[in-house]
């Protein structure tokens, strides 16, 4: 026989037979044996002695309360004991109480043989869990250890940043002064308190719970562009990393603030005045793309080939002027989390008609075939139409720019179960693989031979993804370079 110590089990079972031959299997193996013939008498014991018991034996055809109340009374007092139920056939109860928390099921016709595979089986189980709550206990001590040695904490207290450590369970365990006095906090009030409770910000415990739990897409966000969380009035930028012990197991979580709510302030203050200046210059530059497109049209009279050259060219500058200024503009708006402004019932294949007709221009002068398919059932969606026109007119205009001459663009709208799948299909000149994981990210632009010529802000996908995320959609793109590229919204009906 595989087990040495024993354990205590209770028994419970209001049939005699099977009642005497549980207690002599087990006593023979020199486990301790306790017997009750009822849920309540079984209640009894194990509140009058907790502990005393650690696998119960439990059968599910008893009178009166069931087995499967017993088994949901000790989990909700979060009682350490296995529970092994035992059943004439372990059918539909047997399975219920699984799901209650039992840990297996034995049928009452077993052979001696069959007892002691399932009954070892739950020793096992038994101390491993047992083992686990002790391994769990010893993490957070050597923790808790780390607060109370005094070179540490000067060497802590020198920091300028505010410097926070949780345990596994996101008890803070270590604060600096700093930590403090940027949260307002005392050690008293924070100690051994949870982070949530002493610093109000569910993004900043997200990051604890991530760094905790090892999440690996928490290492790359800390290594680049360290988040700024919002506290209350305070602007701090953090990083949090897990600690580790020695085998490698996240034992807590240490997290560096550095304030910056003046340079946010700052930043705020430079980010107005670009939305301003933005705003300011779109009404002249609108203007100056008319009175050249008149002059170009021949309405101020006849221009020589050098001239209407000339002014195509200003033209086209003046054009992705007015696209930059407006991408700015969009994009300090959802900067600030406006990127949607009213929601309403739209009609998605309306806009999208409308939009490809507008944009249908440019492609002529590029001599670019545009096919635009729109599924007659569409369901009905709600959102917010300047959004929803931003991504149809960004996604279209880009694959408009980025196919060379004589290319072709498909544009179309269907559903897909209980979304609306939007999907721009271009041949042009495509995305290298290097750079598909950074189209999304604001301001950047792909520097190649064949785009240099080609104006743009780098905003333009920045802004989709900030309306599609606003909308509780996805947004994916594949691509090739030099063969094509598609880019597939999704947005569910009902945002
Ligand atoms: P931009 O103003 O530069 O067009 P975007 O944010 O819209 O900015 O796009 C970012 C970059 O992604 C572009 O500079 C371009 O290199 C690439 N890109 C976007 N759409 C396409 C496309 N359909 N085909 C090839 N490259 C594209």
Redesign the pocket.
Request: glycine residues 20%; charged residues 10%.
């Given at each position: 026989m595989l087990i040495k110590s024993s354990i205590n089990i209770l028994v419970v079972e209001n049939d005699i037979t099977v009642l005497q031959k549980c207690r002599e299997l087990l006593v023979n193996e020199g486990h301790r044996v306790r017997t009750a013939e009822s849920v309540e008498e079984a209640l009894a014991i194990v509140q009058k002695q907790p502990g005393e018991v650690d696998i119960m034996l439990l059968s599910l055809e008893l009178p009166g309360w069931g087995g499967l109340t017993l088994i949901n009374v000790l989990q909700k007092a979060k009682r350490e004991i296995l529970i092994m139920t035992m059943s004439a056939n372990c059918g539909e109860e047997a399975i219920e109480a699984v799901h209650a928390g039992a840990y297996d099921c034995i049928r009452k016709t077993f052979t001696a043989d069959r007892f002691w595979t399932k009954i070892n089986r739950a020793i096992e189980a038994f101390r491993l869990r047992r083992q686990l709550g002790v391994l769990t206990r010893q993490r957070q001590a050597v923790l808790s250890e780390v607060g109370h040695d005094e070179n540490l904490s000067a060497i802590l207290q020198s920091f300028t940043d505010g410097l926070v450590v949780t345990d596994w369970q996101t008890n803070i365990v270590l604060l600096n002064e700093n930590a403090a006095s940027l949260f307002d906090l005392t050690r008293e009030k924070a100690l051994g308190h949870p982070i949530s409770d002493c610093i109000k910000s569910d993004e900043l415990l997200s990051f604890f719970m991530r760094a905790i739990k090892s999440d690996s897409s928490l290492a790359p966000l800390m290594a680049g562009e360290e988040p700024v969380v919002k506290v209350g009035e305070r602007a701090v930028r953090v990083h949090v990393d897990p600690v580790k012990n020695e085998t490698g197991t996240a034992i807590g979580a240490a997290c560096l603030f550095h304030d910056v709510t003046s340079i946010s302030a700052m930043a705020k203050l430079r980010d107005d005045f670009l939305s301003m200046v933005s705003h300011e210059l779109k009404a002249p530059l609108s203007s100056l793309l008319m009175q050249i497109s008149v002059v170009l049209d021949g309405l101020a009279g006849d221009l020589s080939a050098k001239q209407s050259d000339l002014l195509g060219k200003a033209k086209e500058k003046t054009k992705g002027m007015i696209t930059l200024v407006n991408d700015l503009l969009d994009y300090r708006r959802i900067q600030e989390g406006k990127s949607i402004q009213k929601i309403e019932n739209l009609d998605m294949a309306e806009i999208l008609r409308r939009t490809a007709e507008l944009m249908r221009l440019s492609a002529e002068e590029k001599e670019i075939t545009m096919s635009c398919d729109i599924a007659e059932e569409l369901p009905s969606f709600t959102g917010d139409r300047g959004g929803v026109e931003a991504i149809f007119v960004?996604l279209i205009s880009?694959?408009i720019?980025?196919t060379p001459k004589g290319g072709n663009v498909n544009v179309t709208l269907n559903k897909a179960g209980k979304e609306i799948r939007f999907r721009v299909v271009?041949n042009?000149?495509?995305?290298p693989s290097e750079d598909i994981d950074r189209?999304f990210d604001k301001f950047?632009?792909?520097k190649t031979e064949e785009?240099r010529s080609i104006s743009?802000?780098?905003?333009?996908?920045?802004i989709v993804k900030g309306i599609v995320d606003a909308h509780n959609g996805s947004i994916r793109v594949e691509?090739e370079a030099g063969k094509g590229?598609t880019f597939v919204v999704s947005l569910p009906s009902e945002a």
């Open positions: 960004n880009n694959a720019k980025y271009d042009g000149m495509g995305i189209i950047y632009r792909i785009t743009g802000s780098g905003l333009g996908l920045s691509s590229t």
